[in-house]
């Protein structure tokens, strides 16, 4: 196999009433799999936000996760478009918080219909909710930070590209 090369294309941040996600975008030289783009080098730092990588003061927040700690296994793997909606869907139903429902379901709608989810197909997603502090995987100061973080990665090797979602209330 000959060296992966990965340059990061376009980012977008999308607000919605203080839910945000950061979907970037990657040109790949070659068709990749995920534990393949875990072990980028730089992921971390291409992936975030353009505030977070010019910060030297550490004001920014960045990743809840140690991206060179994480393996497939840590991430949920859904199939197809229906299935992510469904997870989506199911992520943030409680009776207390109707109106945080509403913005969610606002930004899970946004989301499915930007233009870099069209081959968003297979997608592999990890929650912080699934984690605790002392987790090997979690940077403390992001993880008390935030009160919901999604890492969302999904390939389109058939146009040598990939993603990466970061969606939070930070």
């Known amino acids: 196999m000959n ?3 990965y340059r990061r294309e376009n980012q977008e941040l999308v607000s ?7 979907i970037t975008e990657f040109s790949i030289n070659q068709d990749v799999v995920l534990p393949v783009i875990l072990n ?3 992921l971390a730092y291409e992936m975030s936000d353009e505030n977070a990588r010019s910060d030297d003061s550490g004001l920014y927040l960045k990743s809840v996760f140690e991206i060179d700690r994480l393996v497939e296994s840590n991430f949920l793997h ?10 989506l869907n199911s992520l943030r139903e409680d009776e207390n918080w109707p109106e945080f429902n509403r913005i969610f379901k606002q930004s899970i ?6 233009p870099y989810t069209k081959c968003l197909n297979d997608l592999y997603v990890i929650n912080k909710d699934d984690f605790d502090i002392n987790s090997k995987v979690v940077v403390e100061r992001e993880f008390r930070a ?11 090797n058939e ?3 990939f993603y990466t979602c ?3 209330d930070e």
Do not use: A, P
């Open 3 to 5: 060296s992966i090369e």
């Open 16 to 22: 919605i009433e203080g839910l945000y996600f950061n």
């Open 40 to 42: 980028l080098s730089d």
């Open 78 to 87: 859904l199939l197809n478009r229906n299935e992510i909606e469904i997870y």
């Open 109 to 114: 709608n946004k989301f499915l219909s930007h």
């Open 146 to 156: 935030y009160g919901f973080y999604l890492l969302l990665i999904w390939v389109c």
């Open 159 to 161: 146009q040598r590209s």
């Open 166 to 168: 970061e969606w939070s």
